[in-house]
């Protein structure tokens, strides 16, 4: 393939990455079929009103029975056009490569194969920026995630950890969050070794903004990673699909102080259903921090560690048992308050974290936000209405906080 047509493709999955949330499976499988470029014209056609939303779909019904989702093409179109035209993708590379960084994408020598264990959640592409290449860094790797509002016991665990893996060549992938996330990304660059950090926003914008001089480090051996376009901001569902990816490109999880609704959880699932090892730190039994960490270890879906040798024992061990999502949900159902949040359909969730309690937004800013179209925007805004999470006001809409 000549430079100038790898070069189409790279932007037209850059534009691709604007256009669809992190995890869009049937945007994935629309890719693998017709290619990025094919695509991203079918979108654009249906943006500018030069095809409708059900004709784009027509087109591709002898071609893509076998995606999965495929009979919600029409919806998805429709969808996917509300970013479709004001999607650059030459514009974000450039923006990118101003600040030193690259899309690496699955043609590339760079990809990192272990996430093609994802199938139709698999990133169309990731915005890296750092001197690590992905496929060398996590040739061999562990995460190390969990509170954000860790305790010294944690973040010393996480600490001493992740600089004993350091010592032996792993590379240690978290989030850099605040916590455990921070203390295990500045246990491995005081040992001078490699960290990869998966970002829930653009690689652009650091986050959260009090750890831009750790960010800054991790750039220096090791790598800032995003599959969401430069610009887009961190949103509670991005962080929970950001998950995923800390999952898929490591050999093993490890959970180090989690609470019992922690989102250290949800990396757990993520590396279970993808048969990865996972590991939890025991805690004190009084620590509310650690009662996300003693379930995982109670339920055999974690191993439980106290050291660097009992991980790299679990490097290439057997398979764990999947996660069972009723447990998590329904035993000791007392024990937290219900977030009435977590009842939602994910279009009304993904609506919610758009909203701002002190900014009212119009309708068409949330649609575009969200990646929504404007009538599924007023639909998920109504429900959100009748369950107290969002008012009307005359400039737009408001998140309203849960009664408690």
Not at 159 to 178: C, K, P
Request: proline fraction near 4%.
């Amino acid at each position: 393939m000549n430079d100038d047509a790898n070069g189409e493709i790279r932007a037209a999955v850059a534009a691709l990455l604007r256009i669809g949330e992190p995890g869009d499976g049937l945007l994935t499988g629309l890719v693998a079929e017709i290619g990025p470029i094919a695509v991203l014209e079918l979108i654009r056609a249906v943006a500018v009103g030069t095809s409708s939303a059900a004709e784009a779909a027509a087109s591709l019904s002898t071609i893509v029975t076998e995606v999965p989702g495929s009979g919600q093409l029409p919806e998805a179109f429709d969808r996917w056009a509300v970013r479709g035209e004001d999607a650059q993708g030459h514009r974000d590379l450039e923006a990118v490569h101003r600040l030193g960084g690259r899309l690496v994408i699955p043609s590339d020598d760079e990809w990192p194969t272990a996430l093609t264990d994802l199938g139709p959640a698999a990133p169309l592409g990731l915005w890296v920026r750092g001197a690590a290449r992905l496929n060398t860094a996590l040739r061999s790797a562990v995460a190390i995630v969990g509170a954000r509002a860790s305790s010294n016991y944690g973040t010393k665990c996480a600490s001493d950890l992740a600089w004993d893996l350091a010592a032996r060549g792993l590379t240690i992938v978290s989030g850099g969050a605040f916590g455990i996330d921070a203390a295990a990304h500045r246990a491995a660059i005081a040992r001078e070794g490699t960290t990869i950090a998966f970002m829930a926003g653009g690689v652009d914008r650091f986050y959260p903004v009090a750890n831009t001089e750790l960010f800054q480090q991790v750039l220096e051996d090791g790598a800032i990673v995003s599959e969401t376009a430069p610009g887009m901001t961190p949103m509670r569902h991005r962080f929970l699909l950001r998950n995923r990816l800390i999952a898929a490109s490591s050999q093993v999880t490890v959970i180090v102080e989690a609470g019992w609704r922690s989102g250290a959880l949800n990396t757990a699932r993520h590396a279970l259903e993808l048969s990865r090892e996972v590991a939890a730190f025991p805690g004190s039994v009084y620590s509310a921090s650690s009662t996300g960490t003693h379930r995982l270890i109670r339920a055999h879906e974690a191993e439980l560690v106290t050291s660097c040798t009992d991980v790299i024992e679990l490097i290439g061990g057997e398979e764990p048992t999947l996660f069972d999502d009723g447990r998590l949900t329904s035993e000791h159902p007392s024990t937290a308050a219900s977030d009435p949040v977590d009842d939602l359909a994910e279009r009304e969730k993904i609506c919610v974290n758009v909203l701002s309690v002190t900014k009212a937004l119009d309708v068409s800013t949330v649609a575009s936000r969200a990646g929504l179209t404007v009538s599924n925007t007023l639909s998920a805004l109504a429900v959100l209405e009748l369950a107290g999470l969002s008012a009307r006001r005359e400039s737009g809409w408001v998140k309203l906080r849960p009664a408690q």
